[in-house]
């Protein structure tokens, strides 16, 4: 008998552990569910139309307004949360492409970055992306870029400078370009014409934790003065002041 009671009393210990591993595991798998239902994207699987109104887009916790038919990646066609967010626009208009020309032309990519597509068409192309660990553009001109220029300036077009990057530097073949009197005003890298492929400049502006990096042709530079004030203005479309 005593045998008998230790065998159904050792049964029902088993049994209410494997009852409570069950429940657990259960409870594991429900919290599981609810994590990514409410973590999963909301966004529609089909991207916005191009012609739809701008879309609320966040990147690094900054909100810009975006016209879905400048944006150059049809996946990144949707609102909401991005790590980064492709762009073109026509110059001086600041427009999008009408039909979104040049949009569904397949992208060129390196190292994750989309590029231009080669066009002779006067285009601005603009990317937004997290600044994340790296300097600020300002910080960059201050302290980064110094270490690699040579030591003497070339005039550049309207007060501008040019100084060449040595080589053997990570910014081989290209030049800072900057306003000579107030170098924080205007400063872009530009690559150097090569035989049949003109020159390219990005100018860099920190906007809160974003960063935005607006590329033009080289040539753009000869009127910087209109190509500046362009700038504010298409930044000041994209992130309106509430």
Known sequence: MTAHAYSRDGE??????????????????????FVSYILWPTWPEKPVPLDAPSIPVTVAGVLFDVPPAAVRVPVQRHPGEHERID?????????????????????????????????????????????GSLLSPDARLRTIYPR??????????????????????????????????????????????????????????????AEITLRFPREWLHDWHQLVADFDRLIAQLHPAK
């Open 148 to 209: 690699y220029i040579e030591s003497e300036a070339a005039a550049g077009p309207d007060g501008l400078a040019i100084l060449p990057f040595r080589t053997g530097t990570p910014y081989e073949g290209e030049d800072l370009v900057y306003f000579a009197e107030k170098p924080e005003q205007f400063f872009a890298r530009c690559s150097r014409p090569v035989r049949t492929v003109p020159g390219t400049c990005i100018h860099e502006r920190a906007l809160g934790a």
């Open 12 to 33: 029902g210990k088993s049994r209410s552990v494997r009852l409570m591993l069950a429940a657990f595991a259960i409870a594991i798998a429900a919290a599981a569910t």
């Open 87 to 131: 762009l073109m626009f026509l110059w001086p208009s600041l427009i999008p492409p009408r039909g979104g020309d040049d949009i569904a032309k397949p992208a060129v990519t390196r190292d994750d970055e989309v590029l231009p597509v080669p066009t002779t068409d006067k285009r601005l192309f603009v990317s937004i992306a997290p600044l």
